[in-house]
Nanobody, 118 residues
């Protein structure tokens, strides 16, 4: 069993920055891709950014140039640095991990709220 624990959300003014962290705990697994998704009220969950275990990244068009995803494989942790935040970035942000432990599984974190005020 793998648990994902997110931290770093909060309230920030437009133009500000936040850094989200997501740490995976457990044993007997290998983490492949990790990513951040977000869901605003009344909207579907959407991909924000993803990173493979080799470091290849993928971003939603709406965050390119403002957000940076990174990971520390030694700590099984993924980060999302968010700069130049906008009110439309307000959402609950979820960490996702694709894990191999004999077979492939997908795990989600509990979510962390990011609120950007005008």
């Amino acid at each position: 069993q793998v648990q994902l624990v997110e931290s770093g959300g909060g309230l920030v003014q437009a133009g500000g920055s936040l850094r989200l962290s997501c740490a995976a705990s457990g044993s007997g697994f290998v983490i492949n891709a990790m990513g951040w998704y977000r869901q605003a009220p009344g909207k579907q969950r959407e991909l924000v950014a993803a990173i493979t275990n080799g470091g290849s990244t993928n971003y939603a068009d709406s965050v390119k140039g403002r957000f940076t995803i990174s990971r520390d494989n030694s700590k099984n942790t993924v980060y999302l640095r968010m700069n130049s935040l906008k009110p439309e970035d307000t959402a609950n942000y979820y960490c996702r991990a694709e894990v191999y432990a004999g077979t492939s599984y997908t795990y989600w974190g509990q979510g962390t709220q990011v609120t950007v005020s005008p």
